[in-house]
């Protein structure tokens, strides 16, 4: 158990700082459809795939005291901002397994996009069994609300290209 | 006439201790509990170990897919029926979505998909699309009715208040195994107003509300909700059983991939050893075989998975004590050196198990929540979130209650026959006596 929490809080590390819960939901979503060894279970519901499980991993981190977690107005609603505590580095120190280095490379690089942007990333990999058509109409059916375009799904698209080969030329080498 | 309008000549029912009947008339459901997808479901128990604790508990996801079935035809059959916000051109989906829900399980659900990485929402998915006799039946309604069907279920539909009649706080799903599982573990708690909340829930666009004259009820229906969760789903020596139960697989998963020589090859497994189960596999697998295999496995050489096997089988459970993960993490990385040196594998010998639910909680328009509420309707036709208008669940909304517990075998720390000095201070820590 403790080792799962632990790759969470690697990841937040490695980010420095994630702000709002649903992006850190779809970061850790995104990598573990690129492989890395993730194992929240997710399913589908409002934005996208999302994983009670990894919900209550860091509400657990942060009530042990090795996330801290600062919630904060933005706008007409509220997000939280976590960081690694100094106790959670400690933690850190002795639960800490090998996870490859790419893993640290596609965190940095989500962690700079939009949760919007990412929630559409994730929702197109969770469709991404349906032919590129069909993704289309099915991200009209269930993400209404947002009105995603085509460019920003094309976008998403090359985007979810760019993490592969990301992983991918790093194997190579 | 049409097979999706297709009604039997006569009503067949099936006697059932939670609803006392279930009532069939169309033909589309009678064939699909025909389907030996369906069937399947006979073996293969609800609530997984919780046998090992309330004896009664040998109830199956058959009675309870039946079951879910039964309660959304009462709602749409007599609830819905006649209202305007609903699309009667929706029933028999929803029927079938509940009726097919859970098809996807497998034995002991919840140690199968954690120890071999799956998800029994893609095997439910894979049966109603995939080339089977529930798929056969499900495409003389329409071509794309499969497809309709997987969707519902996986949340993916547009059919939003289809979809919460099956899943959400308060749905079909858990009405009914709430009821089945207090039904059949024996226990007091569980119980609640039923007819009360059918009789109060109304169709709107996006998902079903209940009226306010009926809060009362949906009160009662969360706190056995919580009730159930801690009394009987999280009780500990069930999860002792399954804690010994993914143990098994583990290490059988473990020796298959060092080549050791199963005496009983373990064929049933191989593809979910390998991490690609194939779905003809994975439906000859119910619980009738994964214990013929535990059975013929205590006859193994590898002392492990024989140990495993037997206690298991015999209920020589682990014992636990609570555990503090934020305050004992250290402690558990002495324990794991101790177990080591006593040559008690930790990996299968020391284990953290928690256990964590959160009764209700409520989605606040732009936070990032991911629940749907609860949503009650007013009598002047407002509509209001529950925990705004009940003390009861605001007192426990959003407040989540988790447990850990450290699970290992007793009997082999007593031994003392061997490595007694640390054994002496495995207890210590553990704070045993004796």
Not at chain 2, 32 to 41: A, D, S, Y
Request: proline share 3%.
């Amino acid at each position: 158990m403790l080792f799962e929490h632990a790759k969470i809080l690697h990841a937040i590390r490695t980010a420095k700082e994630v702000v709002g819960r649903k992006k850190l939901q779809k970061m850790i979503y995104i990598a573990k459809r690129l492989s890395f060894p993730y194992q929240e279970k997710f399913d589908f519901h409002f934005y996208g795939p999302y994983s009670e499980e990894l919900t209550l991993q860091v509400e657990e981190l942060v009530n042990m005291g090795f996330l801290d977690e600062v919630k904060e107005k933005k706008g007409g609603y509220f997000q939280y901002r976590y960081q690694l505590t100094k106790n959670g580095g400690e933690f850190l120190e002795l639960f800490e397994q090998k996870l490859p280095s790419t893993l640290d490379e596609c965190i940095n690089d989500m962690n700079k996009k939009s949760s919007r942007f990412l929630e559409l990333v994730s929702t197109v990999l969770y469709f991404d069994a349906l032919p590129r058509e069909d993704i289309y109409k099915k991200i009209s059916q269930v993400k209404s609300k947002q009105r995603y375009t085509k460019e920003e799904i094309d976008e998403a698209f090359q985007y979810i290209e760019s993490l592969k080969s990301m992983v991918n030329n790093q194997q190579m080498e | 006439m049409s097979y999706a309008m297709e009604k039997l000549r006569e009503e067949k029912v099936f006697k059932d201790p939670v609803h006392r009947y279930i009532h069939v008339r169309d033909r589309v459901i009678w064939d699909l509990v025909g389907t030996k997808e369906f069937q399947r479901l006979r073996r293969i128990k609800q609530l997984g170990t919780t046998f090992l604790t309330f004896h009664g508990a040998e109830h199956s996801r058959f009675s309870h897919s039946l079951g879910v079935y039964e309660i959304v035809r009462r709602i749409v059959d007599d609830v819905f029926k006649g209202r305007q916000e609903w699309d009667e051109s929706d029933r028999l989906l929803s029927l079938c979505a509940a009726l097919l829900h859970d098809l996807g399980h497998g034995p002991f659900s919840h140690a199968f998909e954690k120890v071999f990485q799956f998800d029994h929402e893609y095997f439910t998915q894979a049966i109603i699309m995939g080339d089977t006799e529930v798929n056969q039946v499900l495409r003389l309604v329409s071509a794309d009715f499969p497809k309709k069907v997987a969707e519902v279920i996986a949340k993916t539909s547009e059919k939003k208040l289809v979809i919460s009649l099956i899943s959400s706080q308060i749905d079909a799903d858990r009405m009914d195994y709430l009821l089945r599982d207090a039904y059949f573990t024996g226990v007091s708690y569980g119980h609640f107003d039923m007819e009360r909340i059918l009789r109060v829930m109304r169709p709107k666009e996006d998902q079903v509300v209940f009226k306010k004259s009926g809060m009362h009820a949906v009160e009662d229906y969360i706190m056995s909700r919580y009730q159930m969760y801690w009394q009987v789903y999280f009780h500990p020596v069930s999860r002792s059983g399954e804690v010994i139960l993914q143990k098994i697989l583990h290490r059988a998963k473990e020796l298959h991939e060092q080549f050791y020589h199963f005496k009983h090859e373990p064929k049933h497994f191989v593809t979910l050893f390998e991490g690609k189960p194939k779905l003809k596999d994975y439906l000859e697998l119910d619980e009738s075989v994964v214990l013929y295999y535990f059975h013929v496995w205590q006859e193994e050489d590898d002392p492990i998975l024989k140990d495993l096997c037997y206690r298991f089988l015999n209920r020589h459970l682990f014992k636990y004590i609570e555990f503090d993960p934020a305050t004992e993490y250290k402690k558990y990385m002495k324990l794991v050196t101790l177990f080591t040196d006593a040559g008690i594998n930790p990996e299968y010998y020391l284990v953290l198990d928690s256990s964590s639910d959160l009764p209700y909680d409520f989605y606040r328009p732009g936070e990032e929540e991911e629940r749907l509420p609860i949503q009650l309707s007013m009598s002047n036709g407002e509509i209001r979130e529950l925990s705004r208008q009940s003390e009861i669940v605001e007192a426990i909304s959003g407040k989540r209650r988790t447990d850990h517990k450290l699970y290992f075998p007793l009997d082999l720390l007593k031994d003392e026959s061997t490595k007694k000095n640390e054994k002496r201070q495995i207890k210590e820590l553990l704070g045993i006596n004796g």
